[in-house]
């Protein structure tokens, strides 16, 4: 299994051309989470540092995890061509809406409904494997634009904070996620 503490130009171009990755979290006790992410969620701004747009969903777990303990794994694999596992390691920060960097990071994706935090990742190891056991499957189109962003769009501004008040406050084992910060 190589090993490397930053991307090169090859596995910089590998994750430009995956339409889905995984991010996993855990806090330092409580459950591990591990979500599929698609969409053009994310921008590789380095070597060492990858952003990625998180849109609302029905948990939050990532950002509680994240205010417990900073450490984050992304996976890509190939589904299709030469077979490769992509695992990137670090540590990563959230930028909500409220914050100053938030407009600097979320210029760098086409506007969607729902975005709720922007995921800013340092790498600090990187490793692939031969990812041989994982299945050849061909991409048929994201769900997101027809599904995910109506059904966002729809909720408009306000309704989309009461999603959140409602399903995003905590994660499954009770930890903030400081969606709103201290004001509310």
């Known amino acids: 299994m190589p090993v490397s503490t930053k991307l090169n130009a090859t596995l910089r171009a590998f994750i430009e051309r995956q339409p889905l990755f995984f991010v996993a979290t855990a806090a330092r006790d409580g459950r591990v989470n591990v979500s599929p992410k698609g969409l053009d969620s994310l921008r590789i701004l380095g070597d060492r540092r990858i952003v990625w747009l998180n849109l609302s969903g ?47 990071h979320v210029e760098r994706f086409s506007e969607m409904a729902g975005s709720r935090q922007i995921f800013d990742l340092t790498i600090d190891l990187v ?19 027809e599904e995910l962003l109506p059904f966002y769009e729809a909720m408009g501004t306000e309704g989309v904070r009461d999603y959140w008040r409602r399903k995003n406050l905590t994660s499954i084992d009770g930890r903030p996620t400081g969606l709103f910060g201290a004001d509310e």
């Open 127 to 145: 490793q692939t494997s031969c990812g041989t056991g994982v299945p050849l499957m061909r991409f048929a189109g994201q769900r997101g634009p």
């Open 58 to 104: 029905s948990g939050n777990e990532t950002a509680a995890h994240l205010s417990d303990t900073p450490r984050m794994t992304l996976m890509f694999a190939a589904f299709e061509d030469a077979p490769l596992i992509l695992r990137v390691y670090g540590q990563a920060g959230v930028v909500h809406p409220r914050d100053d960097a938030w407009r600097e």
